[in-house]
């Protein structure tokens, strides 16, 4: 553990590698046991995280971090502290290599409603980093079954935003969304966006929304949308509901 200090970064690199391997294989042999330096560890891990100069370690360590999230055994106290040092690193927003590398860690870990208020908040902070924004958006769209109805109305307004890609992100994320009637009116309305890419994304979103009560809707931008890429997914929304 003392290498992970090491000034060459490819030997932290390779030494973290190591570590976070071995504590997998030691926590896989005791099943739902925590392993003895489990602790000692993680705490090498956030070090790097919220220390190290080379972003691309901070993004090993993030990796770590969320891998270990996931997989550990349940401990509430363990889980906040991971999960919030992660989301600390990744509001970041230059650490790119932190906020990808962490993503499916958090996507798929049990966050509390005081995190999920941290990545709305980020999700919607005017004058936000684009790479920040839409990381959130993506995190929260994953979420979605534990957001608030505010929350929820966050990803359905963000299908409005300037940013036509911020657009494609809420637009995707609305088909966690099919307990709230504004996440099918505003998969609709992006059925008629100037940007091909949202339109794109808005066809995935009404087919998953409505099913076959968007066939009449699928089957006019299959033949008249502008962009080919839309026409073809279209298509193949149609041919996914099936006959009618």
């Known amino acids: 553990q003392d290498l992970a200090a090491h000034a060459d970064p490819d030997l932290r690199r390779t030494v973290m590698q190591v570590l976070f391997h071995s ?6 042999v005791l099943g739902n046991e925590t392993p003895a330096d489990f602790g000692t560890l993680r705490q090498t891990f956030l070090s790097v995280l919220s220390g190290d100069a080379d972003s691309s370690l901070r993004g090993e ?18 889980q906040k502290t991971l999960a919030d040092a992660l989301l600390e690193r990744s509001f970041e927003a230059a650490d790119e290599p932190s906020r990808f590398r962490s993503r499916a860690g958090l996507k798929q870990a049990d966050l509390g409603p005081e995190q999920l208020s941290r990545i709305a908040a980020a999700a919607s902070a005017p004058g936000g980093s684009f790479e920040v924004r839409s990381w959130a958006l993506e995190l929260l769209g994953a979420k979605s079954e534990d957001l608030s109805g505010p929350q929820k109305l966050l990803i359905v307004g963000a299908t409005a935003e300037a940013d036509p890609k911020l657009r494609e992100i809420a637009v995707s994320q609305l088909l966690g969304l099919k307990d ?26 009404v087919a998953g929304l409505e099913g076959t009560a968007a066939r009449e809707k699928l089957t006019s931008i299959a033949g008249s949308d502008p962009s080919e890429e839309v026409r073809e997914a279209a298509r193949r929304a149609l041919a996914a509901l099936g006959k009618p």
């Not at 504590?23 to 896989?28: G, M, R, S």
């Not at 360590?61 to 363990?78: E, I, M, N």
């Not at 100037?194 to 995935?204: E, K, L």
């Open 61 to 78: 360590a993030a990796w770590g971090l969320g891998q270990w999230l996931t997989a550990a055994p349940g401990d509430s106290h363990v």
């Open 180 to 205: 709230l009637a504004e996440a099918g009116a505003a998969a609709r309305a992006a059925l008629a966006d100037p940007v091909w890419n949202v339109r794109f994304a808005a066809v995935a979103s």
């Open 23 to 28: 504590l997998q294989a030691e926590a896989a």
